[in-house]
C-alpha cells in the first residue's frame, strides 16, 4: 500500500461518525440498498441496519458493489430489535415517512446519537417501525409526485447531518476509539 | 375530477418555478432518469433537458413512470446545444461535478435563473458540458466513495435549491404566466 492511501484511509476513519447509523426497513431493490451505502459512507455512517429477509441480504451481498468495504451491513430480522438495540445505545430513531405530524428534516438535531430508518419502496414505513420509534421526519416536496426514491431521501436527509455535524467539528477529531480504528484500518487495508 | 383534485393541480401549479431547470449529459440509466424526473417535480423544475440519444431516449419514454406528466422532458442532441439555449434565457448553468475547483454547492444562489447540470453514470461531465457551463458545484463527501449515484446528487442539490426559493417566498405567488398555467392546468386535468 503506497503511503497516500494509507494516509486516505486515516483520514477517513478519523472522520467517521459511531453514533449517526441508518437503518432500512425492508427496502429490498439492490440498487436502492447500493446508494443507500454510498450515502452513508459519504456522510461518515459506520453500520447499515438492514432489516431484511435472509435471501434479499444474500441476493445483495453478492452483488454489490466495493462500497460495503467502507461501510458495515449488518442484517437484522425485524424492524423491532433494529430500533430498540439503537435506542438502548442512546440514539434517537426518527423514520422518514411522508404522513401529517412528521417534522421537517431540517428542525432536527442530527449532532445527537442518531439513527434514520427509511420506509420500503413499496409499503413505506412498517407498523411496527412506526410503533417504535421516536419520532417521524419529512422532506417538503412542492410537486406532484408523493415520494422520493428511497436512496435521494435518505441522501438528501443524510447531507443535512453532515452538514449539522461539519459546522459543529464533528469531522474534526476523531470519534472512534483506538481498537475500533486499528481493527478497520486493517481490515480496509487487507481486503 | 374532483375540486380537491383540481385544487391540488391548481397549487402545484403555482408553485412551479420557470427559472429552475434541470439538465442531464447522457445520464442514460432508466432509473436514474425516472428518479431525477421525480427530484424535479418536487422542486418545481418544470423541464428536464436530456442529452441523449433518440434510442436511449425512447426506451426511457416507454417505460417511464407518472411523473413523467408533471415534468417536461426536453429531448437534446448536445449538451452545448442546451447550454446555450438556457444561459440565452438568462440562467446560469452549473454543472455538478467532482473535480478540483469546483464550488461547495451550498454557496450558491439558487434565486437567480439557474439550471444545474448532471453527468453521466460512468463518465460524468462530458468536455463538450465542461467547455461551455458557467461554473462547477460539489457536494462535499466525507468517506471512501468518490461519488453518489447520480440521481442522489442531484435530489441534494436541487433540495438545497427549494429550501433558499422557499426561504425567499418564491413558492408562495404564482410564478408562471396565465397561458402557460391554463395550457398546464388543461394537459394535467386531461391526460
Ligand atoms: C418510495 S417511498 C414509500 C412510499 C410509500 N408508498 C408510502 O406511502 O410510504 C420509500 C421511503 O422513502 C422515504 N421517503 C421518500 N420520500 C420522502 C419524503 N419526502 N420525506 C421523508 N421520507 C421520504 C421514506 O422512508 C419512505 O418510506
Ligand atoms: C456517478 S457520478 C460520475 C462519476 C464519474 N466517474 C466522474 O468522475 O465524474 C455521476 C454524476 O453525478 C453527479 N455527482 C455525483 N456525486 C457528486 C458530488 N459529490 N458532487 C457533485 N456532483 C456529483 C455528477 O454530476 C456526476 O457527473
Not at 430489535?81 to 421537517?104: K, N, T
Amino acid at each position: 500500500m503506497t503511503p497516500e492511501r494509507s494516509a486516505r484511509l486515516r483520514a477517513v476513519l478519523a472522520r467517521r461518525q459511531p453514533d449517526l447509523a441508518l437503518v432500512t426497513d425492508f427496502v429490498n431493490k439492490q440498487r436502492n440498498l447500493s446508494a443507500i451505502v454510498r450515502n452513508c459512507d459519504a456522510a461518515g455512517v459506520m453500520q447499515l441496519h438492514a432489516v431484511l429477509g435472509e435471501e434479499d441480504y444474500r441476493a445483495y451481498r453478492g452483488t454489490a458493489m466495493g462500497s460495503h468495504r467502507w461501510v458495515e451491513v449488518v442484517r437484522h430480522d425485524s424492524a423491532g430489535d433494529a430500533i430498540a438495540d439503537l435506542q438502548s445505545r442512546g440514539h434517537q430513531v426518527l423514520a422518514a415517512h411522508l404522513g401529517e405530524g412528521a417534522r421537517d428534516y431540517r428542525e432536527i438535531d442530527y449532532c445527537r446519537p442518531t439513527a434514520v430508518l427509511m420506509g420500503a419502496e413499496r409499503r413505506g414505513v412498517s407498523e411496527t417501525a412506526r410503533a417504535a420509534v421516536d419520532g417521524f421526519i419529512t422532506v417538503p416536496m412542492m410537486g406532484m409526485v408523493e415520494s422520493y426514491n428511497v436512496s435521494v431521501a435518505s441522501g438528501i436527509i443524510l447531507a443535512e447531518a453532515q452538514r449539522q455535524r461539519a459546522e459543529a467539528g464533528l469531522y474534526d477529531r476523531c470519534r472512534i476509539d483506538a481498537a475500533t480504528y486499528q481493527r478497520l484500518l486493517f481490515e480496509w487495508a487487507h481486503p
